[in-house]
């Protein structure tokens, strides 16, 4: 059995590794790598607490109590942990201060109020799995087993401990009240189990998530492709992606069926699009970063090699449709206050206040979108040996991106994709 759960394993891996499509590549319309850049050095600077490695709810506010803003922290250190894993090889400084606002913000428990012996214990059961997951991305990016380890005990003693069975099946309740069951914790459980099956190879994780996904599937979920009513992005996204891992674990066509009909809802169904754009979800700080949880999610999929071309491809599509209409509604000028808003088809409100996660939500997509393209278009080479290239500090008369990566040498900024560069140490930038 090993010996089989090694090749799966191997061969998931395998799909995120090397994702080079010629079809694809040629959808590709931009260089997102500035734009990322921007937004998530714009994220940093005015919602994270540096000194901890947490985020704030609106800009700057460091007097501000967000000891129940917890389940937000995991999807804007995602954020974090995308960029370290963009610049971890071009940006050794850059990368460098990436990994120490990750360890900050583990050694500040990710803004956890409650107690426990991991420090993440938390009486609503989607926080610890939503926790959980960022736990083991940190692990995965960083090769450091003290988070994964830390993901297992949570899942163990805190997580699967409320696990209740009825006639219905097997199920996870909201919170220790008992309050449930609900889409949003046992598709985010089921995930995080497939994420330590391939970690440890124990049996009782699949257990779990084929149980999870049993209730889901039979009580939960839809046929037409709605994970829950109303629909809403972040669970289309996280039980779309449990249901594509599942596909690779154990080989069943029906859960890449699955994956396929859930994640392919969230772009095109009306009621989770407005005028072809992810529709605004609301002003709170749980709808606004709805997105953010989606957009990782889909861009998996589409690099994905075993999942259906088709579908793909249209995702190439919705993607960069939806992160050029962010780009374009963007105040540039405002840097770093270049907020992002509840809807990319409309500019940020400047008279109300800017959202964390708002900008979680924009910073992901454009993390992300970044991430889908220099995959699709990077061909491997089984010949090459890949070193890190040192830093560059930007010097007089060159561009350079805001993470200090040479763009071009002299100043002139014509034909240059949209975004904030650093032309003789100044932010310029360019439409």
Not at 65 to 81: E, F, G
Not at 142 to 154: E, F, I, M, Q
Not at 420 to 424: A, D, G, Q, R
């Given at each position: ?29 931009d260089?997102?790598?500035?734009k990322a ?11 994270m ?57 583990y ?33 995965e990016a ?29 199920w ?5 009240s008992g ?6 914790t ?38 037409d492709?709605?994970?829950e ?23 069943e ?22 005028n072809?754009?992810?529709r605004?979800e ?5 709808q ?10 889909a861009?998996n ?5 075993s ?36 809807y ?39 010949d ?8 560059i ?19 002139d ?6 975004g ?5 140490n100044?932010k310029?930038?360019?439409?």
């Open positions: 059995m090993k010996k089989i759960v090694f090749l799966l394993c191997a061969t998931f891996a395998a799909t995120a590794s090397f994702a080079y499509n010629a079809t694809l590549a040629r959808l590709i319309k260089n997102y790598a500035s850049d921007s937004l998530t050095s714009a994220l940093i600077s005015q919602f607490n540096t000194t901890k490695g947490t985020f704030w709810t609106t800009p700057q506010h460091s007097n501000e109590d967000t000891r129940y803003i917890y389940w937000q922290q995991a999807h804007a250190i995602d954020v974090v942990i995308y960029g370290y894993q963009r610049h971890k090889e071009d940006n050794i400084t850059l990368a460098t201060k990436y990994r120490q606002y990750m360890t900050r913000w050694n500040n428990h990710g803004n956890n109020y409650s107690v426990g012996s991991t420090g993440f214990e938390n009486p609503f059961t989607d926080d610890m799995c939503w926790i959980g997951l960022s736990l083991m991305r940190l692990s960083l090769g450091v087993a003290t988070y994964s380890n830390t993901a297992k005990r949570l899942f163990d003693n805190a997580i699967i401990t409320r696990g209740q069975e009825d006639e219905r099946g097997f996870l309740p909201w919170n220790n309050t449930g069951p609900n889409a949003c046992e598709s985010p459980a089921c995930l995080l189990a497939l994420k330590l099956y391939l970690k440890t190879n124990e049996e009782k994780y699949l257990d779990y998530a084929k149980k999870l996904y049993t209730f889901m599937i039979n009580n939960i979920a839809k046929a492709g709605r994970v009513d109303p629909p809403l992005t972040y669970t289309q996204g996280t039980f779309a992606e449990a249901c594509r891992v599942l596909y690779h674990v154990t080989g066509t029906i859960y890449k069926t699955k994956a396929q009909l859930y994640i392919n809802y969230a772009f095109t169904s009306d009621r989770c699009t407005s072809g754009l992810l605004d609301g002003s709170s700080m749980d606004s970063l709805f997105k953010a949880v989606l957009i990782p999610y861009v999929y589409v690099l994905d090699e999942m259906t071309l088709v579908s793909r491809r249209n995702l190439v599509s919705y993607l960069q449709t939806n992160a050029n209409a962010l780009w374009k509604n963007l105040d540039k000028e405002a840097f770093p206050a270049m907020y992002c808003p509840y990319w088809g409309k500019a940020y409100d400047p008279s109300k206040d800017a959202s964390m996660g708002a900008m979680v939500s924009g910073a992901s997509l454009l993390e992300n979108i970044c991430r889908m393209c220099i995959d699709l278009t990077t061909k491997p080479d089984d090459a040996i890949r070193v890190p290239l040192r830093p500090e930007p010097q007089h008369g060159n561009i350079y991106t805001l993470s200090g990566r040479l763009v071009r040498r002299g100043t900024t014509s034909g240059l994709p949209a904030i560069y650093l032309i003789n100044k310029i930038a360019i439409h």
